[in-house]
């Protein structure tokens, strides 16, 4: 390529490729997007082509993209004070833990600022070992919690599996309450929770006197929206409550409005004894995490040292964009145009089924879901495999390409289409993306037997 013909965008792609690395992938035949600008649930590229935000980001820009709200609320506490140490306290950290005190379910009313999801489940996972004097923590295979050590080996996400070596000690992992492809081949209506009474059975074998904290996600994310069965919650909660075991919530990416609630848990209408969270707290404008920990957790230490700590730990101007995000939830109502955006996706993914056999299913909380493609409706064959080799992704790749030819930024993974736009999407906007999708899906038709 000439001097000449090398234009902005192709320099800064060249420029990241050169001395940049990408998560999750090959560092050679990539072809990452330069977003140039963003706006509500658009992107735009360099050559001014406009992209639909279909899953927000990496489901963290809650609240759409370039809203000028928090970036006048950023500049303000930054003309005070950006960063002062974990051990003095600004007015915005004060304000932001009572705001979460105030959403959060139950008697959770102290936080303890992360830097990220990762490091509010590591501080979980301490933090429930320190309270417990036990050491074992159960979690779920298909769940993915983040990409630190300890987070990594939490979550079952077969991207853990390259640094298996290096996991932590003492994680259990059980099976999940897969409706569509239940494991014990039960249907929910007819089944008698054998995903709950097999958790059980797990507690009897590790020793409950052994087990400190139980992690589920709030509601499940990239590992395929999975769906709890309505009562799988709370009788999780009730076999914490049995075996004095702490059930710990991952609201990472189910957090803040994301299911048409507050939390995923206030959709089982269940009390933790902690919340992880980050994400949707800033909607990703700046990186913010959060322990959120029940009053009986934080009492235990009034006279004990809290052995956890963070440099970066309710950073000032983080806590501002948090702050003024939950305000932008609450002043747009957001939260319930979620809740009602999820039932209408999911009337359009209904129709969409009668006219796509590669649809096998869709599933969605709020604005948390997925379609799922198949090869058969009636064996459920998936389109690609969990954990599918390159060569199982042909044509999951192929449809994956179309999406972002027709102008859909989304996340697409093995047999997963994911639906998780900014929550202050329109029907209109809903149904420009999902006609993309439908588009796309069309390709997989043609692979159905």
Known sequence: MSTATV?????????????????????????????????????????GKKYIDFSSGLMNVNIGHGNQRVTQAVVDQMQQVSYVT??????????????????????????????????????????????????????????????????????????????????????????DPYCYRCPWSKEMSSCNRECVSHIERVIQFEGPENVAAILMEGESGSSGCIKYPPDYLKKVRALCDKYGILLIADEVMSGFGRT?????????????????????????????????????IADHFNDRPLMLGLTYSAHAVCCAAGLEVLKIYEDEKMIQNAAAMGKYVTARAEEMKQKHPSIGDFRTTGLLGCFELVKNRNTKEPMAPFNAKPDEMAVMNKVAAKIKELGMYTFVRWNYIFVAPPLCITREQIDEGLDIISKAISIADEHVN
């Open 7 to 47: 234009t902005k965008k192709d320099e800064i792609i060249q420029n990241n490729l050169d001395y940049t690395l990408f998560s999750w992938s090959k560092q050679k035949g990539i072809a990452p997007l330069a977003i140039r600008r963003a706006e509500g649930v658009y992107l735009y590229d360099y050559d």
């Open 86 to 175: 974990p051990s003095c306290v600004t007015e915005v950290r004060g304000d932001l833990g009572k705001k979460l005190a105030e959403i959060s379910p139950g008697n959770l009313t102290k936080t303890l600022f992360t830097v990220c999801g990762a490091t509010a489940i590591e501080n979980a996972i301490k933090l429930a070992r320190l309270y417990t004097g036990r050491h074992k923590i159960i979690a779920r295979y298909r769940a993915f919690h983040g990409a630190s050590y300890g987070a990594m080996t939490a979550g079952g996400d077969p991207r853990k599996l390259a640094s298996d070596s290096q996991q932590i000690p003492n994680v259990v992992h059980v099976e």
């Open 260 to 296: 048409g609630t507050w939390f995923g848990v206030d959709v089982h209408g269940v009390v933790p004894d902690m919340i992880a969270t980050a994400k949707g707290i800033t909607a990703g404008y700046l990186p913010l995490g959060a322990l959120i920990v029940s009053d009986k």
